[in-house]
């Protein structure tokens, strides 16, 4: 089992910046990689960004050269730093892990409960 709790939403006026934290919990050993959705009412979860196991790192084109994924492995969380934040990133961002099933079989997804992120203009 893993546990994923986001925290750092909140409400920033256009331009401003906020930084995203996950913190995992249970079975870290088994997880591949996370990743960070994003979901507005009424349209699709997207993808925002990814960090596996090994350190790679991925982003939606929406994102590039704004949002920034790190991990502290010490600390077993995963953070997201939005910077140039725009009323359209007006979101529930939530925290995926993807890991390893039982006996290494398979693998399984766990989410987090999602926190809300407001921007102003």
């Known amino acids: 089992q893993v546990q994923l709790v986001e925290s750092g939403g909140g409400l920033v006026q256009a331009g401003g910046s906020l930084r995203l934290s996950c913190v995992a919990s249970g079975s870290v050993f088994k997880i591949q990689r996370m990743c960070w959705y994003r979901q507005a009412p009424g349209k699709q979860r997207d993808l925002v960004a990814t960090?596996?196991?090994?350190?790679?790192?991925n982003y939606a084109d929406s994102v590039k050269g704004r949002f920034t994924i790190s991990r502290d492995v010490t600390k077993n969380t995963v953070y997201l730093q939005m910077n140039s934040l725009k009323p359209e990133d007006i979101d529930v961002y939530y925290c995926?892990?993807?890991?390893?099933?039982?006996?290494?079989?398979?693998?399984?997804?766990?989410w987090g409960q999602g926190t809300q992120v407001t921007v102003s203009s």
């Open positions: 960090i596996t196991k090994g350190g790679s790192t």
């Open positions: 995926n892990a993807q890991a390893t099933g039982d006996y290494g079989f398979g693998a399984r997804d766990y």
